[in-house]
């Protein structure tokens, strides 16, 4: 059996991680390699391994996402407003499945931020695509897409998005335009994928940062209903450390 035509038989269909397990195989002694149905075993677990690694690392990629956050470095107590079962339940992802938002609000420096991209990153893990923004950056992208040409596109790969991260609401102004911009986003989401608000101000102070009271009614409707609320107590937890690891 001509092995080198194997294996460039799975390059060419493109079974990388066929490849990288048949080559290992390969390097054994003859008398330590598995027979052929523990081989097929291997070598379909070994694809499977690889292509999951591979959309992780894709979602990540695209997450953009501020931290590179995990769960276990999120500190919980009950003195903070986040325990560690209430954590543990928003990483298992039924949120997103359902459609459900997380609205996070907390003094500046206190991790909100830090735990939405925790949150994000367990969302990529999981296979779930995710969107990080700023609020200015999600603005400033919002009126490019506008001159280019881009916005529908843009705001249907945003709809589509199973979780969308965005940091800092109620910082920068919103004219009518973001406002409905943002109303057609969250319609859109509504009932389907989740959205992660951060947010310095008070969610019971969102509707008058909106304005316009329509319009504030309407996008606080769908911000808020069937929503994760947390509220992070306590002194800003940069003071003497790193950023990235509150």
Partial sequence: MNTQNTVEQMQQLNLQGMVKRYEIVLALPLHEQPESHTLMANLAEAEIQYRSHKRTSRNLSRSKLR??????????????????????QLC????????????????????????????????????????YYSM???????????????????????????????????LNPLDHKIRLSLLDILEDRY???????????????WHEYIGEVTLADAIMDR??????????RGASLRKGKKVSNP
Avoid: M
């Avoid at 931290?67 to 543990?88: D, I």
């Fill in 191 to 205: 009932g389907k994928h989740a959205t992660i608000i951060t947010s310095q101000l008070p969610v019971n102070k």
């Fill in 67 to 88: 931290y590179n956050a995990l769960p276990e470095q999120v500190h919980c107590s009950a003195e903070r407003g986040l325990s560690k079962e209430q954590l543990l």
């Fill in 223 to 232: 911000l808020t209903a069937h929503a994760h609320k947390i509220e992070l």
């Fill in 136 to 170: 200015s950056r999600f603005i400033e992208t919002l009126s490019a897409a506008r001159l280019d040409g881009t916005y529908v596109k843009w705001v249907n790969q945003i709809a589509r998005t199973p979780l969308l991260i965005l940091e800092d609401f109620g």
């Fill in 92 to 131: 298992e992802g039924d949120y997103i499945a359902k459609g459900e938002n997380i609205l996070i609000t907390a003094s500046t420096g206190c991790g909100k931020s830090f735990l939405a991209c925790a949150l994000g990153r367990q969302a990529c893990l999981t296979d779930y695509s995710t969107l």
